[in-house]
């Protein structure tokens, strides 16, 4: 009976252990939330009218110059003290290629991309990305700066089958 009761206590800290580290594990990650399609809410085209707010970057495969292939657009507000930053993410400079990349994202995917809130772990909003297809990876990385990894890229030729 006392192996019984010691093994169960064993137990029951292993799991309070795991449930822990997980816990703690969370704090060091973002998510995205999907912003609803309406009339009350954000839309890809009041973030392109509002362009000059925001630091805006594409994630483009291509290592090149220009923006070949864009998988995704990330938007930083300029009017907060949080911090989006990535390595494959490259400074969008003016409106009209904003507003062409927006179009080319469903090309280059074969996806119809989504607007998304960028949230740390305690809620707090760090910006906003567009994009079509896979999993994104947010990191927090020192006080209000989060690493958004690279995007992925959909199979070669795309197909609408996630």
Sequence with gaps: MKTIKKSISLSVLLIAL???GCVSWQKN????KTIPNGQKHLTIQNLIDNWDKYHI????????PGFRSPLGIMFD???NDT????????KVN???TLTDMTKRISLVTQHEPWLN??????????GYLYYSYGVVTLKVVGEKKMYIFN????PYGGSNDD
């Design 18 to 20: 795991i449930v822990s």
């Design 29 to 32: 990650y973002g998510r995205l």
């Design 57 to 64: 970057y594409s994630s483009d495969p291509y290592a090149g």
């Design 77 to 79: 507000p300029k009017n």
């Design 83 to 90: 911090m989006l930053v990535g390595d494959r993410w490259k």
């Design 94 to 96: 003016d409106q009209k």
């Design 117 to 126: 809130e960028i949230l740390g772990a305690d809620g707090l909003l760090y």
């Design 151 to 154: 995007l992925e890229e959909p």
